[in-house]
């Protein structure tokens, strides 16, 4: 049982590369391997997973030109209000992230304490019903193209990943991957700008991102060496462990959807993030020119009024939802009308992500 000094992470590392290009024992071994994570954390590290490194790299250099860019440029392609449109950008406190409660009380107060993060949201350029919403090309030349051949490849490694799964639940051929045919997926990139006061997420008053569970299907994550996520430990409800950025991996996790979908064989589990490791205490700046005094009265150099205590954090997720007339009702494997019903009512994909959306932002 997990303690709230353990900072060992729960999540395993699998090297999917292995179910991609092995034998058909590794293969089985794999899918063994990413079952057994998705039912005990609901998180797995995937490496040799076939996204490119550089490309990886190249979107966060994209991300950083972005959100660099004047607020008067970000706001030329701006979220529209309301949940149903989940595009373009979105300002630092304007997106509130709901836990899985529809609870009017419940989403008021979350809202009370807006996470300090500013995101862009883009999704497949054939998707008609929420269409990207994108810069004047002459605002940051290349993104655009950047940003569509990206989805396309994040794409396709869901696709692979749903082969995996179906493979754990023998879903007959061709599997889970045609109830994700549309591609309606959300890439994000999300920026948590540099803080000059750690004390506050050092003492859990804030997070960056309010504990959550994701509601789709399945989502990818990249992040920078940053840290700062964690994922709520399975067997310890409350208490958070590190799911810390691991060099070429990318971190993958089951949504509410497919938590549902699976009968809860699978876990969504509640994430959030916090302070980095290693931050160290707040120094206030020293006011006046030359040498200050610090609280235990030792002369020292002024502190840049510029100085920022917690770094800057760039991440990219990656959402996937089934298409939404997919009928979200148990898996095969998943059930059985003796030992383990069904726990849920079917819905359609479309009508569970109206729903959670609708929590997301004031309409
Ligand atoms: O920034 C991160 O590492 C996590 C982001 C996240 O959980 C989300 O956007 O749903
Ligand atoms: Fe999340």
Redesign the pocket.
Known sequence: MASRNDTSSPIPIVDFGKFLHGSEQEKENVVKEIDDAFRNVGFVYLKNHGVAKEMVEECFEWSKKFFALPLESKMLAPHPPGGSHHRGYSAPGVEK?SQHKYDADEISKLREIPDL?E?YESGNPTDQTQPNIWLPESKLPGFRTFLESYFAVCAALVHRILDALSAALQVPEPGLSPTHEKSLFQL?L?H?PAEDDAEPLRAHKRS??TA?S?FGSL?L?F?DSVG??EVEDPNAPGQFRP?PPIQDAV?VNIGDLMARWSNDRWRSTV???GLPPDVPATEKPFSGPGLGVNTEGQRMPKVAEAEKIVPD???I?F?AVPDMDTVIDALPGCWDEESNPKKYEPVTAWGYVQMRMAALYDS
Request: charged share 25%; proline share 4%.
């Open positions: 992230v993060k995101s994000r999300l948590y960056r991102i959550h994701d989502t994550l992040q700062g996520l799911a971190l994430h959030r993030v954090r760039y991440s997720p959402f």
